[in-house]
């Protein structure tokens, strides 16, 4: 991928033994491949995802093995990697491919070891705005040769389709933050329901974050009924939150 090809190969940066933290990300394949291409040794160690704010067992593991490396490496910001490379005296560098990005708005995120990549410019700003120097934007990258090796048995084949489409819509269970919150007052909900209904029509504007549609009273009275337990790690605004 051309960003991490920028983040390490760059010339005069010397061949680095990098350590990569895989939380069963989908990335991970090209990223190890796009490293070792640049003549990086890389070893993955694979984490089961938690806690991103603290993960004693976690910390204790890494810093046994960190030391042996020059860098560690994750998809999207992990705040309890800042504190091991931190303690071992090396970098650490993210490439953030979700927005909202919460973890970004955590108290370790300003940490001098921190080489943070976002693709999102407006998040970038926005944070840089409000102190956050260790963070900068990137696009996000493929790797080409992958996926040249995929489309190579289709060369000269015409297309079956006019449009295709390749993600997540992220439309499940666990995702869908809404739907859990379906105990809400008859007022509020109807009100909600026909705010994301008109959003749903009506593409470039903002409905949603509008003052005068969803007011500072209706927010303080959805704080009534949807709560958040934010540890005192993160410096979140939690209307922000709610409206994302």
């Not at 991490?4 to 190969?9: A, H, K, P, T, Y």
Request: charged content about 25%; hydrophobic content about 40%; aromatic content about 12%.
């Amino acid at each position: 991928m051309d960003d991490i090809r920028d983040l390490c190969g760059e010339e005069g940066i010397h061949e680095m033994n990098v350590l990569f933290f895989d939380w069963k990300d989908y990335a991970k394949e090209d990223a190890v491949e796009i490293f070792k291409e640049l003549g990086h040794e890389v070893q993955v160690f694979t984490w089961e995802w938690q806690d991103v704010g603290n993960a004693p067992e976690i910390e204790v593991q890494l810093q046994k093995i960190g030391a042996s490396f020059d860098c560690v490496f994750s998809f999207n910001y992990i705040p309890f990697l800042t504190k091991i490379c931190e303690k071992l005296a090396i970098p650490y560098v993210c490439l953030v491919y979700d927005s909202p990005h919460l973890t970004l708005f955590s108290k370790e995120v300003n940490c001098k070891v921190n080489h943070i990549y976002a693709f999102d410019r407006k998040m970038v700003n926005d944070l840089q705005k409000e102190g956050v120097n260790t963070i900068r934007y990137s696009t996000l990258g493929v790797n080409v040769k992958r996926i040249e090796r995929l489309l190579a048995p289709l060369k000269g084949r015409p297309p079956e389709h006019e449009i295709s489409f390749l993600g997540q819509l992220y439309n499940g269970d666990a995702y869908n933050f809404y739907d859990q919150i379906s105990y809400l007052p008859a007022h509020l909900k109807g009100r909600l329901d026909a705010v994301i209904t008109a959003q749903k029509q009506i593409f470039g504007m903002d409905l949603i974050g509008d003052k005068d549609v969803i007011s500072d009273e209706i927010q303080k009275e959805l704080h009534q009924f949807v709560k958040f337990d934010l540890t005192g790690r993160f410096k979140l605004n939690e209307d922000r939150i709610l409206l994302d």
